[in-house]
């Protein structure tokens, strides 16, 4: 662990609450642009993150924390022990799918090398961080997820969880083409695959790709869902067991890649989503960032529920653009102090955002890098320098 910014004089005592940002990704954007809203917020940031990651550029962190190439499952841990016992975290973040999940792991399955003592503390932490651990695996397994949002009112897309070809074959005809095959455990948009016959079924889960890290116990390979037609958004929010203390609903405009997170969104409230995110996040007793994935039907403007990511997100950190401080909700939660802030974005808010360097990424010569606002990083100049070089 090294100290890299604002670790003040000699005898100085920080009061900060400290937190913990984990991230396994090396070009991941949210865990680089999150320390900033956290450090603005009031919190003491201390990153953990391969050597060279693109989120060991930021100015804003206090203290930064390597692991080791290719770390064993118990290198990892003891990375994270140790960090834990040298700064008294208030909380640990996930900055990517991979982290998450052995946190998860962690409590749920921890492995018999920790010591006893160091596994407690290590629990306390990650289930204050996250939640219940009742629902670890319902927010990981889309299948569950499904099972657990449709309990609580939130509309989800007709289909079941499927282990073999035949079965997805059997399902998918049942509802109709075409359908989507999605891995029930993944990140992001991999292996989600549009289906318009039983070929191109057979050969979605023939090419479901492996999944890295911890798979929740009896998660069945694949969702087999009825594809509907619309527009995609998602809600960024953060809670504090069980209860949504604020977020915004963004629609994308454009995706990179194609099918994936958007790089350019269109900021607008939508009091459906707000609500079903509502009802989700409490059903799953959520602490915590998390950026909740809807599909808005075209034919009856109804807000399906496709997934959740249960960490920070390329948006995360965008709130304060439309009035939504959602790192210093969870400031307030921390220090036990109700939260006054704004909890959505206000009524007539029209925002579109180019996400930077996504929609840069996607293309160059993008009319909305010059025609609407971007969240380019100018106040972190060695961050703007190492996301400039993603595109070399």
């Known amino acids: 662990m090294s100290s890299t910014d604002g670790s003040g004089p000699k005898g100085a005592v920080d009061e900060r609450p400290a937190v913990l940002v984990v991230t396994m990704g090396t070009d991941y954007v949210a865990?680089?642009?999150?320390?900033?809203?956290?450090?603005?917020?009031?919190?003491?940031?201390?990153?953990?993150?391969?050597?060279?990651?693109?989120?060991?550029?930021?100015?804003?962190?206090?203290?930064?924390?390597?692991?080791?190439?290719?770390?064993?499952?118990?290198?990892?841990?003891?990375v994270l022990a140790g960090a834990m016992r040298r700064i008294e975290p208030l909380l640990v973040l996930p900055g990517d799918d991979v982290t998450l999940r052995m946190l998860m792991w962690l409590v749920l399955d921890p492995p018999q090398q920790l010591r006893t003592e160091l596994l407690a503390e290590l629990t306390d932490l990650v289930v204050r961080s996250l939640g219940d651990p009742a629902f670890y695996a319902a927010s990981v397994d889309k299948a569950a997820l499904a099972r657990q949002a449709a309990a609580a009112g939130v509309p989800v897309p007709p289909g079941d969880a499927v282990d073999d070809e035949r079965?997805?074959?059997?399902?998918?005809?049942?509802?109709?083409?075409?359908?989507?095959?999605?891995?029930?455990?993944?990140?992001?948009?991999?292996?989600?695959?549009?289906?318009?016959?039983?070929?191109?079924?057979?050969?979605?889960?023939?090419?479901?790709?492996?999944?890295?890290?911890?798979?929740?116990?009896?998660?069945?390979?694949?969702?087999?869902?009825?594809?509907?037609?619309?527009?995609?958004?998602?809600?960024?929010a953060v809670a504090w067991q069980g209860r949504e203390l604020a977020g915004f609903t963004r629609v994308a405009v454009r995706q990179f890649p194609e099918g994936g997170p958007s790089s350019v969104a269109r900021y607008t409230p939508n009091?459906?989503?707000?609500?079903?995110?509502?009802?989700?996040?409490?059903?799953?007793?959520?602490?915590?960032?998390?950026?909740?994935?809807?599909?808005?039907?075209?034919?009856?403007?109804?807000?399906?529920?496709?997934?959740?990511?249960?960490?920070?997100?390329?948006?995360?950190?965008?709130g304060p653009r439309v009035g939504v401080d959602i790192a210093s909700a969870l400031a307030a939660a921390c220090a036990n102090r109700p939260w006054n802030g704004p909890t959505d974005a206000p009524k007539g808010t029209d925002l579109t955002l180019a996400l930077f360097p996504q929609e840069w990424l996607r293309d160059r010569a993008s009319p909305f890098l010059s025609t609407c606002a971007n969240d380019a990083p100018w106040d972190d100049p060695a961050l703007l320098r190492a996301m400039l070089d993603l595109g070399s």
Not at 53 to 67: E, P, R
Not at 191 to 211: K, W, Y
């Open 31 to 78: 865990p680089a642009r999150m320390p900033r809203e956290l450090s603005r917020a009031g919190f003491a940031v201390t990153l953990i993150a391969p050597k060279g990651a693109l989120a060991t550029h930021t100015g804003f962190v206090d203290k930064v924390g390597y692991f080791p190439k290719n770390p064993t499952v118990y290198e990892w841990m003891q």
């Open 167 to 236: 079965a997805a074959v059997d399902v998918a005809e049942a509802l109709g083409y075409p359908v989507i095959v999605r891995p029930t455990v993944g990140t992001a948009s991999s292996g989600v695959v549009r289906c318009r016959d039983a070929a191109g079924v057979r050969r979605a889960m023939r090419e479901l790709p492996q999944t890295v890290g911890w798979i929740p116990p009896g998660a069945a390979r694949a969702l087999v869902q009825r594809m509907l037609t619309g527009r995609h958004a998602n809600h960024p």
């Open 271 to 318: 009091p459906g989503i707000a609500a079903a995110n509502a009802r989700l996040l409490g059903a799953i007793g959520l602490t915590g960032f998390a950026s909740t994935e809807y599909l808005i039907d075209d034919d009856t403007g109804v807000a399906h529920l496709i997934e959740i990511n249960r960490r920070m997100t390329p948006a995360t950190h965008t």
